[in-house]
Structure formats: C-alpha cells, structure tokens
C-alpha cells in the first residue's frame, strides 16, 4: 500500500521524481513501495524505445534457460536496433542502471547481472567498464560490495536459481 502523504509519483515533475528517487536512495529506503512505484513512474517517463517490461522478460526467460544474454539480445527485446539502443544501454539512469533500481524494488535478483557484452555471453563476464557500471549502480542501492567480480558472480547465481524456482 502507498504511503499516502505523498503525492502520486506520476504527479511529481521529471526533477521533483529524480530527487524523491535519490532521496531514498540516499536514506538506505530502496525496497520500500515509495521507492518501486518512483523507480517505476522513471521507468515510464524515461524508457525511451527500451521497454522495461521486455526486459525484464527477456532477462528473465534467458535466467531460465540458464544462459547470458547480450546487450544487443536485450535491445532486440524491446525491437530496437542495437545502433539506436547502444547509447540508451549504459551509464547512470541508463537503461541498465534503471533496471537494477527496478529488479531492486521488485525484490528480485539484479537481472542485469546476466547481461553482458557478445564475449562474455558464454562465461558472464564483464569488461572493466561495464562492471564498474554495475557495481556502482549496486551500491547506489545501498549493496555493499567488497570485490566487484565476486559480486557479480554471486548475482548471476542468485538469477538462476531464482528463475528455476520460479520456473517450478
């Protein structure tokens, strides 16, 4: 149930939305409902041609199979040419880092830890970059992180296992 002092996310402007969301992040306060239906009116504003929703699917029928998926698999998803959807993908309030706010707030395992670049899709890893990119987004949320590649080897297991015990 919303909390209901404060005004409906989508009655909030685009800057008074961005300092809610940074607000509880701030405040430690990312998995309350405040936070996921902010994350999910951002989501909604800001999408672009990337549809959250197909990516959340995408990435949760690619952790069912067990398997990596790319970022251009992802933009595929949402029928977006990876030549448009490249420069949507990354960086902070990027596709990507969106997603992880949302897998968040959904209580569910960070998705996009099982996203990678062509060259990792059979091994899961990440090039230095994109890791850094997803360790800061993980921390913005308030994850700790001591050593970023283990971190997101422990996220890719938790994706797996929860898309099989969601499979069953």
Not at 27 to 39: A, D, F, H
Request: proline share 3%; charged share 25%.
């Amino acid at each position: 149930m919303l909390d209901m002092k404060f005004p409906p996310a989508s009655s909030l402007t685009n800057a008074g939305l961005r300092n809610s969301i940074e607000n509880h992040e701030d405040k430690g306060q990312t998995q309350t409902p405040r936070y996921r239906e902010l994350v999910e009116e951002d989501a909604r504003r800001h999408g672009k041609k990337l549809d959250f929703d197909k990516s959340i699917q995408h990435l949760t029928d690619a952790a069912k199979l067990g398997r990596f998926t790319t970022y251009g698999a992802l933009a595929a998803a949402s029928e977006v040419p990876w030549s448009q959807a490249r420069r949507l993908m990354d960086g902070a309030n990027g596709h990507l880092d969106k997603l992880l706010s949302i897998c968040h707030s959904r209580g569910i395992p960070l998705l996009t830890a099982i996203c990678v670049n062509q060259e990792g899709v059979k091994t899961g890893d990440l090039n230095e970059g994109a890791l850094a990119g997803f360790v800061n987004g993980a921390q913005r949320l308030g994850l700790s992180v001591i050593d970023g590649h283990a971190f997101l080897k422990d996220c890719q297991k938790q994706c797996f296992e929860w898309a099989q015990r969601t499979a069953s």
